[in-house]
């Protein structure tokens, strides 16, 4: 008995077209284009609400993220991305890095 990859092809391209989407990262707001962002694109914007303070992140850190709206949370892994609406939110752990 095998296990069945559930897993979907998501074009961010696709999903940037669909207009801004606020989303919080780290409890700081931040608009992203369109309703899917990465774990790239997480570490990034986070680095850039943190650069004032000095920080910056190196390495890939443990991202969980919360959609209040539709009571679901996870964790967002490195390469992979996920879908957002409005409110969603991000908890970055930069001493948690791998």
Same mark, same amino acid.
């Given at each position: 008995?095998?296990?069945?990859d @559930? *897993?979907? *092809?998501?074009?961010?391209?696709?999903h940037?077209e669909?207009?801004? *989407?606020?989303?919080y990262?780290?409890?700081r707001?931040?608009k992203?284009?369109?309703?899917?962002?990465?774990?790239?694109?997480?570490v990034?914007?986070?680095?850039? $609400?943190?650069?004032a303070?000095?920080?910056?992140?190196?390495? *890939?850190?443990g991202?969980?993220? %919360?959609?209040?709206?539709?009571?679901?949370?996870?964790? $967002?892994l490195?390469g @992979?991305a996920? $879908?957002? @609406?409005?409110?969603?939110?991000?908890?970055?752990d930069? %001493?948690?890095?791998?």
């Amino acid at each position: 008995m095998g296990v069945e990859d @559930k *897993t979907q *092809t998501i074009s961010v391209d696709d999903h940037n077209e669909r207009g801004a *989407t606020e989303i919080y990262v780290s409890g700081r707001e931040y608009k992203v284009p369109g309703d899917l962002v990465t774990y790239k694109q997480i570490v990034e914007i986070w680095n850039k $609400l943190h650069e004032a303070e000095g920080k910056h992140i190196i390495g *890939t850190p443990g991202i969980d993220y %919360e959609d209040d709206s539709k009571g679901e949370d996870g964790i $967002l892994l490195p390469g @992979k991305a996920v $879908l957002v @609406k409005d409110g969603t939110s991000f908890s970055v752990d930069p %001493e948690h890095v791998s």
